[in-house]
């Protein structure tokens, strides 16, 4: 079975510092990998993906992530946080072996800005 | 493109009544759409695929005959939370698979706030 760990229910960093969100996954096989973004009001925004190719994908908003088989990883980054980066974010990860759509979520990292 | 809506934003029911929940896609056709609920400081967790036309999958532990599940149409799945307890309450929200076919092309809706009293 799918698992999604994100190891950190907090981070506070300083605006223009930069940010790094960790995130684990169980999966048999390389799943497919997501980010999302959730913001008060508004749904889950898609930040950036990963099927396959170069493990080192871009986002929108500036961010990227980087897929690392060998850890069963896929940390999402940051170089230079804007206050409007405070929300909550998740990582998901969808089945490849099979023909299902589903994702499992990772139980999320609140992201904090200070000035 | 590619919006989704749920309405109502919020609603407050008292125990033992149903709520019936409205998922949208407002700009495109979506045979499947997701229904999820997520508690404080949890995960969102999957409660059922909706296919349009037919009947609903429903994750285990998730009783189907609590949280009905209606895909109607290409643009509307409902979910009516039937004879609800305090335990019901929670944010509950829907996605809608793109037309595309690109894998677990997944866009969400704003949620809805459930209470019940």
């Known amino acids: 079975a799918q698992s999604v760990t994100q190891p950190d229910i907090h981070i506070t960093v300083s605006e223009g510092a930069s940010l790094e969100l960790r995130c684990n996954y169980s999966y048999g096989a390389t799943p497919y990998l997501f980010w999302y973004v959730q913001s008060p009001g508004q749904g889950l925004q898609l930040l950036l993906k990963?099927?396959?190719?170069?493990?080192l994908v871009q986002g929108i908003k500036g961010f990227e992530a980087e897929f690392k088989r060998s850890q069963s990883s896929f940390n999402l980054r940051k170089p230079s946080v804007h206050w409007s980066d405070a929300a909550e974010y998740f990582c998901a990860v969808g089945p490849s072996q099979t023909g299902a759509n589903n994702l499992f979520f990772g139980t999320g990292t609140r992201l904090t800005v200070i000035p | 493109g590619a919006v989704v809506s749920q309405h109502p934003s919020r609603v407050i029911c008292k125990s033992g009544t149903s709520v019936k929940i409205e998922c949208r896609s407002l700009?495109?056709?979506?045979?499947?759409m997701f229904w999820y609920r997520q508690f404080p400081k949890k995960s969102l967790m999957l409660m059922a695929t909706s296919n349009e036309g037919s009947k609903a999958t429903y994750e285990q532990g998730v009783e189907k005959d609590k949280f009905l599940i209606n895909h109607a149409s290409l643009t509307l799945s409902t979910l009516t939370v039937t004879s609800a307890h305090p335990e019901d309450s929670s944010f509950y929200i829907c996605s809608a698979l793109g037309a595309s076919g690109v894998r677990h092309e997944q866009y969400f809706g704003p949620g809805t706030r459930l209470t019940v009293t």
């Open positions: 990963y099927f396959s190719g170069d493990t």
């Open positions: 700009d495109f056709q979506a045979t499947t």
